[in-house]
């Protein structure tokens, strides 16, 4: 019995109807339908993979194992016996049994090869989708004491989002006033221009920076006291300030 050509049994797969002979022929052939339905799983399985936007590149070691494993089921001995021998095991006459059509080593191959493909890129999909948001450092800075607060320090680190917001971390080691409270700074190079952040409330915080201030400018982190008055503007009572240096 012949059996459908490599390069249609792709384009079936991909959505080619089959002709008549085709059809009758996978009815009744086994071997030939499920080869088929192996190749448009694995088919179904890379389209799956699409949908995830852009895929990370697994590391090379990931396309060798691949190939190892190919070319190992590709060199496997396999056991054959002769006709001669099949009719001395079975003590029936030595008739030649009819030969076992050879199998499609190209194909094979093939198939083995886009199969592993399609299921790492959708192991590598679904990780993109579950893995933690990446955080990229852009600068940090040590922040020392001024001399109204001996003892105290801090430090402050400013990142970026995943989704590209900008946020600044501080910590504060230093006594707790008991009136009052701390707002983080951030100042020009020059003092000629500020921007609150916010109030800390606590030993840490973390605070988005404004639309439209450019941390390549505002370079100082500053930590102050702050008193119960209502007025915006800076105390003048700083505890810690550093210099950003960036990554």
């Known amino acids: ?32 339908a499920l080869e088929l339905a192996e190749l448009e799983h694995t088919i179904t399985i890379g389209r799956s993979t699409m949908s995830l936007g852009e895929l990370e590149s697994p590391p090379d070691r990931v396309w060798g194992n691949i190939l190892d494993e190919v070319r190992r089921s590709e060199s496997a001995p396999v056991a054959t016996m002769t006709a001669r021998e099949a009719g001395d095991e079975a003590g029936s006459p030595r ?34 989708l579950v893995r933690p948001a990446q955080v990229v450092e852009l600068a940090s800075a040590t922040l020392n004491a001024f001399p109204e607060h001996p003892g105290a320090a801090g430090s402050a680190v400013v990142v970026e989002s995943a989704d590209g917001d900008t946020r600044v971390r501080v910590e504060l ?14 100042i020009t190079a020059d003092a000629s221009a500020l921007v609150s952040l916010g109030v800390l409330d606590g030993r840490e915080g973390e605070f988005d920076v404004p639309a439209g ?14 008193e119960d008055d209502e007025d915006p503007g800076h105390s003048g009572d700083s505890i810690v300030r550093g210099e950003l240096e960036f990554a």
């Open 1 to 32: 019995m012949s059996h459908l050509d490599p390069d249609r049994f792709a384009a079936v797969a991909f959505g080619e109807a089959p002709s008549a002979d085709e059809q009758v022929h996978l009815a009744a052939c086994d071997e030939c």
């Open 95 to 128: 008739n030649p049994a009819p030969a076992a059509r050879p199998r499609r080593r190209g194909y094979r191959l093939l198939f083995a090869l886009a199969a592993s493909t399609a299921f790492v890129l959708a192991v590598v999909g679904v990780w993109s």
């Open 173 to 186: 080691d230093a006594s707790v006033p008991d009136a009052g409270y701390r707002e983080v700074w951030l």
């Open 213 to 226: 201030i450019d941390i390549d400018e505002y370079v100082l982190v500053d930590i102050s006291q702050e």
